[in-house]
Nanobody
Framework: QVQLVESGGGLVQPGGSLRLSCAAS????????VDWYRQAPGKQRALVGF???????NYPVSVSGRATVSRDSATNTVYLQLSNLKPEDTAVYYC?????????WGQGTQVTVSS
């Protein structure tokens, strides 16, 4: 059973940075594509960025320049680095992995940006 587990969330001051991790277990295969989403209270889940198995990345304009997705294939872990954090970045952050046509979601990690 493939599982994704996020970690690294917490309370950060505005202007700060954070690195979230998404670790895959239950498979020896590299997750083909990993998306990072976030969901703020009362809002729909929104894409923050993604990375393919080949290392290509893409980001929406809302976080462009402040978000970086990377991966460590040796550990099947994907990271989301967020910088210059703003209060509006406060949300639960989820990773979603695609493997053999199936999507797998992590349980989410809370990021709160506040002074």
């Amino acid at each position: 059973q493939v599982q994704l587990v996020e970690s690294g969330g917490g309370l950060v001051q505005p202007g700060g940075s954070l690195r979230l991790s998404c670790a895959a277990s239950g498979t020896d295969e590299i997750i083909e594509r990993v998306d990072w989403y976030r969901q703020a209270p009362g809002k729909q889940r929104a894409l923050v960025g993604f990375i393919t198995s080949g290392g290509s990345t893409n980001y929406p304009v809302s976080v462009s320049g402040r978000a970086t997705v990377s991966r460590d294939s040796a550990t099947n872990t994907v990271y989301l680095q967020l910088s210059n954090l703003k209060p509006e970045d406060t949300a639960v952050y989820y990773c979603r992995g695609l493997l053999r046509g199936n999507f797998y979601w992590g349980q989410g990690t809370q990021v709160t940006v506040s002074s």
